[in-house]
C-alpha cells in the first residue's frame, strides 16, 4: 500500500467512525504527508518505520524549530495512525505507543474585558457596505458572544435553527455531539434583524431562479457559506473601528470572553463546560486560573495594603 493510499484510508475512518471535521482531517493529512516526506527522503516505508525512525522526525522537527504545540500535535497524529495501522493488520506493531512527546504548554486564553466587548458591538453597526452587512455582522457577533460557540459552528449555522425567535438552538459541535446552547434578547433580535434582510436576499434569487441556501449566514464559497477566514478578517475589521488591537480579538477570544464573564457572574464549571461543548471538564477550569490572574492583578492594583509606600 502507497504512503498516500495508507493515509486516505487512516482519515476516511477517522470521519466515518468517529466524526472527525473536515478541518480535524486536515490537520492529521498535514501532518502524516510531512512525516511520510521525512521517511522517503531517507528511503523508508512510512509502514516499515521503527520506533526509532518516529523519535528521528520528531527530533528534526525540533531542529526546524517548530514549537512544542506543534510536535506534539504532530505525534499524536503518527500514534492515532499507526494504532489503525496495528488494528487494520498493517503491521503487527505499534512503533508509536511508547514514544512520549513534549507535552503541550497551558496558556492562559487571552480574554476581553466585558467593556471591550461591548465596543465590539457598538462598533459592528458601523461596519459594513450595506444595511444587510451590518446586520449580518451584528447578528454573527451577538450570537457567538451569546452562545460561546466555535467558529465553525457559527458560520454553518442552518436557517431552520433560528427560525421562528427561539430561545434556545440546537449546536452540532466535535465529533457530531449537540448541545443545546440559550440565546440572549440581544442575540435574538440581531437574528431577527438579518433574517429580514437574509429572506429578502433569497427571495430575489429564487425569482431569478437561483437555489435557495439552508445556511444562516449563505455566501458562494465552495461550502456555501461564510467562511471561517472570512468571518476572522471581518472581525479584526471590526476590532480597528472598536478601538481594539486586531492582535486582541478574534473569534476564540469571543469565546473565551463568554466563557469567563459567565464564571465571573457566578456560573459553575458544569454548567460552561456543557455549553462551551467540551468533553472533559477539565478543559473548562482553565478559565478559573484566568479569573485568579484577574483577581490577583485588581488586589496587587487598588489594594492599600499592597501599594508601594512613597520613598
Known sequence: MTPGRAIATFLQAQAAELGASENTQAAYGRDLQDFTAFLCERDIAPLDVT??????YLVDCNTRGLAASTR??????IRQFFRFAYEEGWRGDNPAIQITGPGRQKRLPKVLSTDEVDRLITATGTVGRT?????????????????????SELVSLPVAALRGDPAAILVRGKGGKERMVPLSRPARAAVTAW????????AQAQAARRPGSPHLFPSRSRAG????????????????AAGIAPAKVSPHVLRHAFATHLLSGGADLRSIQSLLGHAD???????????????????????????????
Open 281 to 311: 471538564v477539565g478543559t473548562t477550569e482553565i478559565y478559573t486560573h484566568v479569573l485568579d490572574d484577574r483577581l490577583r492583578d485588581l488586589v496587587l492594583g487598588h489594594h492599600p495594603l499592597a501599594r508601594k509606600p512613597d520613598g
Open 225 to 240: 457559506h461564510l467562511t471561517r477566514h472570512r468571518f476572522y478578517l471581518l472581525l479584526k475589521e471590526i476590532a480597528v
Open 195 to 202: 433574517l429580514a434582510h437574509r429572506d429578502a436576499a433569497e
Open 131 to 151: 444595511p444587510a452587512d451590518r446586520a449580518r455582522n451584528l447578528c454573527l457577533i451577538e450570537l457567538l458572544y451569546a452562545t460561546g460557540m466555535r467558529v
Open 51 to 56: 520506533r526509532a525512525g518516529i523519535e528521528a
Open 72 to 77: 506534539a500535535r504532530r505525534l499524536s497524529s
